[in-house]
């Protein structure tokens, strides 16, 4: 893979050579399946928060265990290209698992970010980042932005 599209063992050796740099490693995840002004304010406000902002980026498989057979509406590698795009993303990565725990460890960030809808205490990987001398850290969440909410208003204006 080139460009910002990494593969987990690719991105482990660039964030190895990164931190060895002192560059401070930000690491977000989610589906980004419709990407939208809300995803956009939130990787922009990730990024202000670090060197190097990596979002890991769940797969199609993933996508429909946690949220169900009609899901995604893109397909994984649009989603990453997609998001390759935004000068506030560095590094993207695809996982399969249903959460980013094993890449987290993987990449041991420096700081781990989601949105202020998660909250600290149900951040998956906080403890480990903790453990590892990392923060957790919440951006703002902006209301009435959402992957969900976007498909339910296209299906009732159909």
Same mark, same amino acid.
């Given at each position: 893979?080139?460009?910002?599209?990494?593969?987990?063992?690719?991105?482990?050796?660039?964030?190895?050579?990164?931190?060895r740099?002192?560059?401070?490693?930000?690491?977000?995840?989610?589906?980004?399946?419709?990407?939208?002004?809300?995803?956009?304010?939130?990787?922009?406000?990730?990024?202000?928060?670090?060197?190097? @902002?990596?979002?890991g #980026?769940?797969? /199609?498989?993933? $996508? =429909?265990?946690?949220?169900?057979?009609? %899901?995604? *509406?893109?397909?994984?590698?649009?989603?990453a290209?997609?998001?390759?795009?935004?000068?506030?993303?560095?590094?993207?990565?695809?996982?399969?698992?249903?959460?980013?725990?094993? @890449?987290?460890?993987? #990449?041991?960030? /420096?700081?781990? $970010? =989601?949105?202020?809808?998660?909250s600290? %205490?149900? *951040?998956?990987?906080?403890?480990?980042?903790?453990?590892?001398?990392?923060?957790?850290?919440?951006?703002?969440?902006?209301?009435?932005?959402s992957?969900?909410?976007?498909?339910?208003?296209?299906?009732?204006?159909?």
């Amino acid at each position: 893979m080139d460009g910002k599209i990494k593969t987990r063992a690719r991105l482990e050796k660039t964030i190895h050579q990164l931190k060895r740099q002192g560059k401070k490693i930000a690491f977000t995840n989610g589906c980004f399946d419709i990407l939208h002004y809300g995803h956009l304010k939130y990787l922009e406000d990730a990024k202000a928060k670090a060197d190097v @902002l990596v979002v890991g #980026l769940n797969s /199609d498989a993933s $996508i =429909k265990r946690i949220k169900g057979a009609s %899901r995604p *509406i893109n397909r994984q590698a649009d989603r990453a290209r997609m998001l390759e795009a935004l000068s506030a993303v560095d590094y993207i990565t695809i996982f399969s698992e249903d959460t980013p725990f094993k @890449l987290i460890q993987v #990449l041991k960030p /420096d700081i781990l $970010i =989601k949105g202020r809808d998660w909250s600290v %205490r149900k *951040i998956v990987g906080a403890d480990f980042v903790r453990a590892s001398g990392g923060r957790v850290i919440t951006v703002p969440y902006l209301k009435g932005y959402s992957t969900t909410g976007l498909i339910e208003k296209i299906k009732n204006n159909c």
